[in-house]
């Protein structure tokens, strides 16, 4: 659905496997970090009664849809301020705008191009009639563009009014992990505010090949300390 199946499948599959592989290691939960959160909320979840193959997974769902995301938010992030520097400017200026910028980016990039649903009963969505028993594609990307929703939606701009964009998704399957990639994103930026002038960026970008998140080989940059 998402890409060509023929490349890209056979070795996502094979990282899968492996993570896969780790998981189901009955050693797994002995080898963590005691102190960790990991082996925490693991073992919470089985005092509370899930089985060991249930709060593992949780476990998974903690892994898998928390890294790429986050990173590919942050570089992508970092590439809009190199290429509009009075936003940057702004930014160090004003510390109170960091949030925002943070949704910003999420906004403007989308790293989860597109999900989807299934449909439990029939449903007409904007003249649309949904059968029962299909799956509707979410395309969170092309929402986020919408330029009914928002003013010159190709522009990234600190100041926007960001409210009710899709890039953590919407409704009870709404990103789990959005208030920890917040606060990640708002202290790194922060940080960075701190320390760095200007990005400059010195070639240009090399998307990654990548059938389900957005991300970047290659963000050649200069950074003004
Ligand atoms: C900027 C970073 C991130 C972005 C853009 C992002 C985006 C998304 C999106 C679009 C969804 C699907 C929502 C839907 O179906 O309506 C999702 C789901 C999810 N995300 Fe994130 N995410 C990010 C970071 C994280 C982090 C850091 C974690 C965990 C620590 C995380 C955990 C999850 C989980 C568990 C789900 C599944 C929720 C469910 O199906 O009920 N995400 N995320």
């Not at 702004?90 to 980016?105: H, I, Q, Y």
């Not at 890039?167 to 399957?173: D, K, L, N, S, T």
Request: with cysteine; net charge negative; glycine share 6%.
């Amino acid at each position: 659905m998402m890409g060509d199946p023929r490349d890209r499948l056979p070795s996502a599959v094979k990282n899968l496997s492996e993570l896969r592989a780790f998981l189901d290691d009955p050693g797994m939960l002995a080898a963590l970090s005691p102190d960790g959160w990991a082996n925490r909320a693991t073992k919470l979840a089985i005092e509370a009664g899930f089985e060991r193959d249930r709060a593992v997974s949780l476990m998974r769902d903690y892994i898998a849809p928390s890294l790429d995301t986050t990173i590919s938010a942050i570089s992508y992030g970092v590439m809009r301020f190199a290429q509009a520097p009075d936003q940057w400017a702004k930014l160090r200026a004003d510390r109170s705008l960091t949030k925002n910028a943070v949704e910003e980016m999420v906004r403007l990039n989308t790293p989860i191009k597109s999900l989807s649903r299934y449909v439990a009963s029939e449903v007409e969505v904007g003249g649309v009639v949904l059968p029962e028993g299909s799956r509707v594609m979410m395309v969170f990307g092309a929402a986020n563009r919408d330029s009914a929703r928002f003013e010159n939606p190709d522009a990234f701009d600190i100041e926007r009014n960001t409210k009710g964009h899709m890039g953590f998704g919407h409704g009870v399957h709404a990103c789990l992990g959005m208030h920890l990639a917040r606060l990640e994103m708002t202290l790194l930026f922060d940080a960075l505010a701190d320390r760095i002038e200007r990005f400059e960026q010195t070639g240009e970008p090399v998307p990654a090949a990548n059938s389900s998140i957005y991300s970047l080989e290659r963000l050649p940059l200069r950074v003004h300390v």
